[in-house]
């Protein structure tokens, strides 16, 4: 299984672009890079997903460079109600193992 | 729209009780199914896996169990809890095949006093 490293916290302020970087130097050919959000007492929701390059939704970015050992999610104008712990997740080929690390803790501050 | 169901929402049991959470999921067939636990401030933990009926992987050695008596049900059990066994417990499914998206019920809070 792929291991994921991310930085603990991260401090922001409303209307800033919050950038988390997950390392996963072992990735495999065939792993997805996922990336959840979880507000407390309550299960993770999906935010986005990625092989390579960039993928953008309605709520992030993702990039990821081309050796794919790293990505980076992107939330764009953050508001107090993005203060969450935000996961990366790289899956193995049968998707079934994803292993959840310790997620990095964003506080939104006013 | 798929939908996923955990109760009870919270729980307070003496050591040595035992233990039935329920999860259940609406609007799809042939889901993976999870068990997660949680301990209070930590990352999330995979207890279990099920890619079918009757089909369980464990992650961890413990004193848990799980079964999938039905394609759309996952029951997480004990014997006998345990203190250790406090947390959030977390039940998600995702669809049969890669790449995997997990989506997750509204999770179960167990204090075992």
């Known amino acids: 299984l792929a291991k994921t490293t991310q930085p603990i916290s991260m401090d922001s302020y409303e209307g800033q672009e919050v950038n988390i970087t997950c390392s996963h130097n072992?990735?495999?050919?065939?792993?997805?890079i996922t990336w959840y959000q979880q507000f407390p007492s309550q299960g993770p929701r999906f935010i986005i997903q990625?092989?390579?390059t960039k993928v953008t939704n309605e709520v992030a970015s993702l990039f990821i460079p081309a050796d794919r050992k790293s990505s980076t999610l992107s939330l764009p104008r953050v508001s107090l109600s993005d203060t969450a712990v935000y996961y990366c997740?790289?899956?193995?080929?049968?998707?079934?193992?994803?292993?959840f690390g310790g997620g990095t803790r964003v506080l939104v501050k006013p | 729209s798929q939908t996923i169901h955990q109760w009870p929402a919270t729980l307070v049991q003496p050591v040595g009780s035992p233990l039935s959470l329920e999860c259940t999921v609406e609007?799809?067939?042939?889901?993976?199914l999870y068990w997660y636990r949680q301990a209070a401030g930590r990352g999330l933990q995979l207890l279990f896996y099920?890619?079918?009926?009757?089909?369980i992987s464990s992650e961890v050695p413990q004193n848990l169990s799980a079964s999938r008596p039905q394609d759309r049900q996952f029951i997480l059990s004990s014997k006998k809890l345990l203190l250790s066994d406090s947390g959030f417990y977390l039940c998600?499914?995702?669809?049969?095949?890669?790449?995997?998206?997990?989506?997750f019920g509204p999770g179960t809070r167990l204090t075992v006093l």
């Open positions: 099920s890619v079918g009926i009757g089909q």
């Open positions: 072992n990735i495999a050919t065939n792993d997805y």
């Open positions: 990625g092989y390579k």
């Open positions: 609007g799809t067939s042939n889901p993976n």
């Open positions: 998600a499914w995702s669809a049969s095949g890669p790449p995997t998206v997990q989506f």
């Open positions: 997740l790289v899956g193995d080929s049968a998707g079934n193992k994803l292993t």
